[in-house]
């Protein structure tokens, strides 16, 4: 069945700790996308990706990084996590057409102590 | 700068009532305009609006796209309980990316 994933859906680790979050999907979608969002707050997007080797920063600054070695994942890595990164954290995918929808991930929610 | 506005903020209704959600923006080369409805976890998709589809509709839910205006409305009808969440609506230019709104928090109360 064609969806996105993302591992974990909870994490609580301890500040300084580095950590990845995984998304993948099985859509063949060469569009990806990380976003942030508070609780109540908007969507603010931190990374996207057209392609393989393909990757951007987005509108929200973030210390996070990615990779897109393989079309259907797409990691968020924090190599030093810091309480200010508690958030939810949203990988979405899209096909190449513009009259494509995008498709979210169930989210990840991460609280660093 | 691509920009989404939603209106209002927030909303509280009775279930049974109808209710009209409001988006507007300005983005450079207007490709679609998408409603997503998100409750505790992640949107999830609803509609999507482009110069050649301009109206959908899905049970108790529809939406118009008005390019003139560079707006669009999200009703719906015989509210109930179940519709409170949060509605987004994400707009794509140019860029390729989808520039999101705020959202409006609707509350049905039964």
């Known amino acids: 069945e064609a969806d996105i994933y993302q591992t974990p859906r909870y994490l609580v680790i301890g500040t300084g700790k580095k950590i990845t979050l995984e998304c993948s999907q099985t859509m063949g979608h060469d569009k990806m996308y990380w976003y942030q969002q508070d609780p109540g707050m908007e969507l603010h997007l931190i990374h996207y990706?057209?392609?393989?080797?393909?990757?951007e920063k987005g509108d929200l600054s973030s210390e996070s990084t990615v990779s897109r070695i393989r079309t259907e994942h797409f990691p968020l890595t924090l190599e030093s996590a810091r309480p200010s990164h508690t958030s939810q954290y949203l990988c979405?995918?899209?096909?190449?057409?513009?009259?494509?929808?995008?498709?979210f991930g169930p989210g990840t929610r991460l609280t660093v102590l | 700068e691509d920009k989404v506005v939603q209106s209002p903020l927030s909303l509280v209704v009775h279930e049974g009532d109808t209710v009209t959600l409001n988006c507007s923006y300005e983005v450079t080369n207007f490709r679609s305009l998408l409603w997503y409805k998100q409750e505790k976890k992640a949107p999830t998709f609803l509609f999507m609006l482009?110069?050649?589809?301009i109206e959908k509709k899905s049970g108790r839910l529809s939406s118009i796209l008005d390019k003139k205006e560079l707006s669009s409305i999200l009703n719906i009808t015989a509210t109930q309980t179940g519709d409170s969440a949060i509605y987004l609506c994400a707009v794509e230019g140019g860029s390729e990316k989808l520039v999101f709104g705020k959202g409006t928090k609707l509350t049905v109360n039964p």
């Open positions: 990706s057209y392609g393989v080797n393909s990757t």
């Open positions: 979405a995918s899209r096909g190449l057409s513009p009259y494509n929808e995008q498709f």
């Open positions: 482009t110069s050649s589809g």
